[in-house]
Antibody
Framework: QVQLVQSGAEVKKPGASVKVSCKAS????????INWVRQATGQGLEWMGW????????GYAQKFQGRVTMTRNTSISTAYMELSSLRSEDTAVYYC??????????WGQGTLVTVSS | SYELTQPLSVSVALGQTARITCGGN??????VHWYQQKPGQAPVLVIY???NRPSGIPERFSGSNSGNTATLTISRAQAGDEADYYC??????????FGGGTKLTVL
């Protein structure tokens, strides 16, 4: 069965970076895009960007340009999202999701990133 | 940039029909996906490309899209349908866009 399993919760200080992983199983990793969204407590979904695991091509939301990097390791079917220069407003649950033209059909369980001094 | 507008909340009596709207400029020309999110859980795709249901989603969930409004319809609403619902499109200028989300309450 298709699964996306994300890395565990993180606590970071302002100015630091965080790297969240998303390990895929149950399907061909390079056949679907991976998207990343985040959700602050009580807030809506905020799209951060996408990556094509086959080519490595990426596209980032303008808000995160210059601060986010999405990469992958195809040998272990894992996607990564790294966010730098963290500030308190980046405290949120971060999700990865598999996507194609039929929507985002499988999601990771979410990773809580807390930014606090 | 492209924006999607959803009502903050919708209430429906148990067993009745709930309609959640998603407004956007000429949204009828775009493919709309809908997601259900329950507290503490990841979102779940309930409708893709305007009106298609993924396997495992009850027939009570349906969707439509025309003009400037897309609509998610939940027939015979159940207590288990209480959740936040988000619409989503892809736009050439903004890429992925989510609506602000609608909290569905089943009375």
């Amino acid at each position: 069965q298709v699964q996306l399993v994300q890395s565990g919760a993180e606590v970071k200080k302002p100015g630091a970076s965080v790297k969240v992983s998303c390990k895929a199983s149950g399907y061909t990793f390079t056949s679907y895009d991976i998207n990343w969204v985040r959700q602050a407590t009580g807030q809506g979904l905020e799209w951060m960007g996408w990556m094509n695991p086959n080519s490595g091509n990426t596209g980032y939301a303008q808000k995160f340009q210059g601060r986010v990097t999405m990469t992958r390791n195809t040998s272990i079917s894992t996607a990564y999202m790294e966010l730098s220069s963290l500030r308190s407003e980046d405290t949120a649950v971060y999700y990865c999701a598999r996507s194609d033209s039929s929507g985002w059909d499988y999601w990771g369980q979410g990773t809580l990133v807390t930014v606090s001094s | 940039s492209y924006e999607l507008t959803q009502p903050l909340s919708v209430s429906v009596a148990l067993g009745q029909t709930a309609r959640i709207t998603c407004g956007g400029n000429n949204i009828g020309s775009k493919n709309v996906h809908w997601y259900q999110q329950k507290p503490g859980q990841a979102p779940v795709l309930v409708i893709y490309r305007d009106s298609n249901r993924p396997s495992g989603i009850p027939e009570r969930f349906s969707g439509s899209n025309s003009g400037n409004t897309a609509t998610l319809t939940i027939s015979r609403a159940q207590a288990g349908d209480e959740a936040d619902y988000y619409c989503q499109v892809w736009d050439s200028s903004t890429a992925v866009v989510f609506g602000g989300g609608t909290k569905l309450t089943v009375l």
